[in-house]
């Protein structure tokens, strides 16, 4: 019982650590804080908009609007590798398109072309905030389907549960053991969010997927293999996937929950709007009264994404218990690959088109799907791998 209680506490520390941080999920739109994008000033040359060593955030959610850019409006794009800050002087439609003419604030000669899709954000004083968005408050119905949508996604958490448990010998051990190590790994990645992420992901996105890919493949099987080599080294392949089904659930339990929170206050409740900052209310509006089709993206994406846990959790413990280090290296190599796509897959998301979503989710579901087929496999070689007793 002590153990069990020490394990529900670590689970709901995290989620209490997760609500605090929502931009650790990784669920498209599951909020408005994914948008923000701070920035420190360097140098003098924004005075007197921005000073040095300024703390700002600007909005990097702005994709409809990026050709259609007010003059005025201070950006921050990508020139030779490095970020710069500037102001849009002038929009020209050239032979190639749309650009803008941009210079520094106390350098406005200093004119440099700019194409959108180099633009990364762009910045927005409260005032102007406030003015755009109490009119949209006012007429703002959410999409009711979005609670359908949570409650599938609770389903993606619970459902393994329910079919699994009376499968396993020990489930609780091995399930409130997937949710504490799970725990510790958002801690570290949060760390790293708040000191690295940012100044190594300005490096570029090739340099942003490797980090991603490296870090995950690192803390998560790196966890992993610790507490099954010091905890369970003779773990069933029914208690792995225990363990998997808590470690890869921790995050659909709690992007469900929320979004099933907020979805009901906004369709029962829109008022509620008033209450929230006001450049998060462009966001949730935004998001929350999208296409029904999105409800269903993100149960594929949730569903695909335990296949894929589980799958590297046995993995790690088939390393364990047989002393072949190529099955960690595997399951390194396998999630790795697929949180490195996730600057290039962002670049897609921040589309409005709903096609643009299904583009990214129908592969990985179907990947999904393939190592949920590779884990039956396994279950073939894996050691011991029946149950003596069950609950």
């Not at 003015?131 to 996604?153: D, K, R």
């Not at 300005?202 to 080599?229: D, H, P």
């Not at 069933?236 to 339990?253: D, H």
């Not at 594929?300 to 994404?305: N, V």
Request: glycine content about 6%; charged content about 15%; some cysteine.
């Amino acid at each position: 019982m002590k153990r069990f209680f020490l394990f529900f506490l670590a689970g709901c520390v995290a989620l209490v650590l997760l609500f605090k941080l929502p931009r650790v999920v990784s669920a498209a739109g599951s909020s408005a804080l994914s948008c923000f994008y701070p920035v420190k000033v360097a140098g003098d040359s924004m005075e007197p908009i921005f000073h040095s060593g300024q703390n700002i955030t600007f909005n990097s959610c702005f994709k409809e609007e990026k050709e259609d850019l007010q003059i005025g409006t201070p950006i921050l794009f990508k020139n030779m590798d490095r970020m710069k800050i500037s102001v849009i002087r002038e929009k020209v439609e050239g032979d190639s398109g749309i650009f803008y003419r941009v210079s520094p604030e106390s350098r406005q000669t200093e004119i440099m072309e700019v194409f959108p899709d180099n633009i990364v954000a762009i910045y927005k004083s409260g005032q102007e905030i406030v003015e755009n968005t109490q009119q949209q408050v006012s007429s703002f119905q959410a999409n009711p389907f979005f609670i359908l949508g949570a409650l599938i996604t609770l389903a993606v958490f619970f459902i393994p549960i329910f079919v699994w448990r009376p499968k396993t010998n020990s489930f609780g051990r091995y399930f409130w053991a997937g949710i504490l190590i799970w725990s510790l790994m958002i801690t570290i990645k949060v760390a790293l969010d708040l000191t690295i992420t940012q100044k190594i992901t300005s490096l570029g996105i090739l340099i942003a997927g490797l980090y991603f890919g490296v870090r995950t493949g690192i803390f998560e099987n790196g966890l992993k293999y610790f507490y099954a080599k010091k905890k369970a080294p003779e773990a069933s392949f029914n208690q792995a996937v225990a363990f998997g089904i808590g470690f890869g659930g921790s995050e659909t339990l709690l992007v469900g929950f929320q979004s099933l929170i907020v979805s009901m206050v906004l369709t029962f409740k829109p008022d509620f709007l008033r209450l929230v900052p006001p450049f998060i209310q462009e966001e949730m509006m935004k998001y929350y009264s999208s296409s029904t089709w999105l409800v269903f993206a993100s149960a594929m994406e949730r569903l695909s994404a335990l296949f894929i846990h589980i799958l590297a959790t046995v993995l790690v413990f088939l390393s364990v218990k047989t002393g072949k280090m190529r099955y960690f290296w595997l399951a390194f190599l396998a999630k790795g690959a697929v949180d490195g796509l996730v600057p290039f897959l962002s670049q897609i998301q921040a589309s409005s088109l709903i096609a643009w979503v299904y583009i990214i989710e129908i592969p990985l579901f179907i990947l999904g799907l393939i190592f949920l087929f590779i884990l039956t496999k396994i279950k073939k070689i894996y050691p011991d791998s029946k149950q003596l007793s069950t609950n």
